[in-house]
């Protein structure tokens, strides 16, 4: 009866995780974790499952955020959450894509494990202050400060750009052809003046630059370049990632990254290469989210 509930909400269970982790597989860490401790529980004593899995999950997160922070300390270059495979039909909830795209997950980085559940929890699943509260130890009026503070935090490091679904599909069009074209001007004209690209390699990808590059002719020409001296053909391809249009990369056929943007006004502001082959598995099979 206990494990039925579990599966019943494991989607958002799962979604709640990654959300707060930014990592599909501590997120399934997490569950293993919460279904072993869910197991414990007498089902009769809990008047509201999903309340109660959502805290147990909730916990379990806060665990992990608070214990990563050696490791990203030892990470090598810049650390992008990891992406997932998402259908078409995420992008159409657009408050939801926007809270699982790559661009959030990375601003919810700059917040701490506390301010980064309770936006989680709030913002995106809408759960009230007093379940909040009582997932994390705090009281209730504390929640609401946190709160407070952790939406004027992202507010300020997010961008807000309404970009409709036939403006997203234009530029990454554009920027595929020039891609796999090598046409170097193709490639500075769809990438806005001041765009930023950061790249994720973990220090198992040569080719992958561990620091954010700015402009759109050297990162143009970095790409291009870096492309042209590969051995074996590149293709870049659209697909859905994190609920937005972006591209698959592949190498001799083989997956290679996945790299998502943001778009203002026609035009890319800032690239996101993840190419860490620890963080690729997801790519292959469209994630299950719910909220």
Avoid at 51 to 80: C, D, F, K, M, P
Avoid at 189 to 204: E, I, K, T, Y
Avoid at 232 to 243: D, I, K, L, M, Y
Wanted: aromatic share 6%; with cysteine; hydrophobic share 45%.
């Amino acid at each position: 009866m206990s494990d039925d509930a579990f599966l019943r909400h494991r989607s958002l269970l799962f979604t709640v995780a990654y959300e707060m982790l930014g990592s599909a597989a501590d997120a399934e860490d997490v569950l293993q974790d919460s279904w072993l401790r869910w197991r414990e529980v007498d089902p009769e004593t809990v008047h509201d499952p999903r309340a109660y899995l959502v805290r147990i999950v909730t916990r379990q997160s806060l665990n992990h955020l608070r214990g990563r922070s050696r490791l990203r300390e030892t990470y090598v270059g810049e650390w992008l959450p990891e992406p997932l495979l998402t259908s078409p039909d995420v992008a159409d909830d657009v408050e939801f894509a926007e809270s699982v795209s790559i661009t959030m997950l990375t601003v919810l980085e700059t917040l701490g494990p506390t301010e980064r559940a309770v936006f989680v929890l709030r913002e995106v699943f809408d759960v009230p202050y007093a379940e909040i509260a009582d997932a994390i130890s705090k009281e209730p009026a504390a929640v609401r400060q946190i709160a407070h503070r952790a939406k004027q935090h992202v507010a300020a490091r997010r961008p807000r750009v309404d970009v409709g679904r036939s403006e997203q599909q234009a530029v990454v069009a554009r920027f595929v052809d020039a891609v796999n074209s090598g046409d170097l001007q193709g490639l500075m004209d769809v990438l806005a003046p001041d765009v930023v690209s950061v790249a994720d390699g973990g220090g198992f990808v040569r080719g992958a630059a561990r620091r954010p590059i700015t402009g759109a002719d050297k990162i143009a020409r970095y790409l291009i370049g870096g492309l042209s001296k590969l051995e074996v053909p590149f293709e870049a391809r659209p697909t859905w990632v994190n609920g937005r249009l972006a591209v698959r990369g592949e190498v001799g056929g083989a997956l290679a990254g996945a790299i998502c943007f943001d778009i203002e006004g026609g035009r890319i502001t800032r690239i996101y290469s993840i190419a860490n082959p620890h963080k690729l598995h997801r790519l292959d099979e469209e994630a299950d989210l719910a909220r």
